[in-house]
């Protein structure tokens, strides 16, 4: 059975880097057809999709152009783990944060983390 499992801070002051870590159980992050993303769901908002990373022989990054220019993806594959990093947070930024595994060119996400919750506030 597949697994992830969110960790990071669960509150980040204004203009901090927030960083989040998605660790796999139950399958490789290298295997083929997958897309290991993150996506966010604001206080009384829908999903917003934030970025994947592909780690197998496609290896590339994908961002939502709103937030390409804050977040950086990157993948350790000795711990099975992805993790994102979101620059100058704001107010904002505030959202329940999840990591999934997508399938590759759909928009099918057939494993989900929990979910943790980041609040940006000084």
């Known amino acids: 059975q597949v697994q992830l499992q969110e960790s990071g801070p669960g509150l980040v002051k204004p203009s901090q880097t927030l960083s989040l870590t998605c660790t796999i159980s139950?399958?490789?992050?290298?295997?083929?057809?997958?897309?290991w993303s993150w996506i966010r769901q604001p206080p009384g908002k829908g999903l917003d999709w934030m970025g994947g990373?592909?780690?197998?022989?496609?290896?590339?990054?994908d961002y939502n152009p709103g937030l390409k220019s804050r977040t950086s993806l990157s993948a350790d594959t000795t711990k099975n783990q992805f993790t994102l990093q979101l620059s100058s947070v704001t107010p904002e930024d505030t959202a329940v944060y999840y990591c999934?595994?997508?399938?590759?060119?759909?928009?099918?996400?057939?494993?989900w983390g929990q979910g943790t919750q980041v609040t940006v506030s000084s």
């Open positions: 999934a595994r997508g399938k590759l060119d759909t928009d099918e996400y057939d494993v």
């Open positions: 139950g399958d490789s992050i290298t295997s083929e057809g997958w897309y």
């Open positions: 990373i592909n780690v197998g022989s496609r290896a590339n990054k």
